[in-house]
T-cell receptor, first 110, second 111 residues
Framework: QKEVEQDPGPLSVPEGAIVSLNCTYSNSAFQYFMWYRQYSRKGPELLMYTYSSGNKEDGRFTAQVDKSSKYISLFIRDSQPSDSATYLC??????????FGAGTQVVVTP | DGGITQSPKYLFRKEGQNVTLSCEQNLNHDAMYWYRQDPGQGLRLIYY???????QKGDIAEGYSVSREKKESFPLTVTSAQKNPTAFYLCASDRGLGEQFFGPGTRLTVL
């Protein structure tokens, strides 16, 4: 069983809809949680970084961490075609070695 | 502009050949990392270095080697011992707070 599980998708949504992404994990020692966006054939770009349980909002993006359920989520409001990408969750016990999910491909259709 | 550069963007290797991928950063970050990305498998850690002249194996180090002679540079050599080297290789760095920043990647193909 992988330490970090993420549905690979593809997840297709119409423009303007809310995109909902999630990851589950098995290691209760994880305490740093990140979401990256990766366009095709490009390096991942850091979107959100959280340290504790709860919500963090940045513009159209909201990250949620539920340590008791070992579950993290990313919500994208008012989705745009430019949001079409692969979204990777990542987490670590301490700074340094990250464990990544496999990534979810998102397609936002005009 | 601060950032991470990787070269070349595309690289082709013949059977039995060693190749070296370049990674340079001007972010003044102490830690640097190399990942391999295969379709449907996310990113897997090859090697990482937290300070100059020191590095550790990641989850899939076999067939790879690295050096860290300068803070700015962390080259990766894919040796002939790596039996399935075709992949997208990503270099990253972080300042010690857990957030890693990635370069644009090198796509390696075995001919």
């Amino acid at each position: 069983q992988k330490e970090v599980e993420q549905d690979p998708g593809p997840l297709s949504v119409p423009e303007g809809a809310i995109v909902s992404l999630n990851c589950t994990y098995s290691n209760s020692a994880f305490q740093y949680f990140m979401w990256y966006r990766q366009y095709s054939r490009k390096g991942p770009e850091l979107l959100m970084y959280t340290y504790s349980s709860g919500n963090k909002e940045d513009g159209r993006f909201t990250a949620q961490v539920d340590k008791s359920s070992k579950y993290i989520s990313l919500f994208i409001r008012d989705s745009q075609p430019s949001d079409s990408a692969t979204y990777l969750c990542a987490m670590s016990v301490s700074w340094g070695k990250l464990q990544f999910g496999a990534g979810t491909q998102v397609v936002v259709t005009p | 502009d601060g950032g991470i550069t990787q070269s070349p963007k595309y690289l082709f290797r013949k059977e039995g050949q060693n190749v070296t991928l370049s990674c340079e950063q001007n972010l003044n970050h102490d830690a640097m990392y190399w990942y391999r990305q295969d379709p449907g498998q996310g990113l897997r850690l090859i090697y990482y270095s937290q300070i100059v002249n020191d590095f550790q194996k990641g989850d899939i180090a076999e067939g790879y080697s690295v050096s860290r002679e300068k803070k700015e540079s962390f080259p990766l050599t894919v040796t002939s011992a790596q039996k399935n080297p075709t992949a997208f290789y990503l270099c990253a760095s972080d300042r010690g707070l857990g957030e890693q920043f990635f370069g644009p990647g090198t796509r390696l193909t075995v001919l």
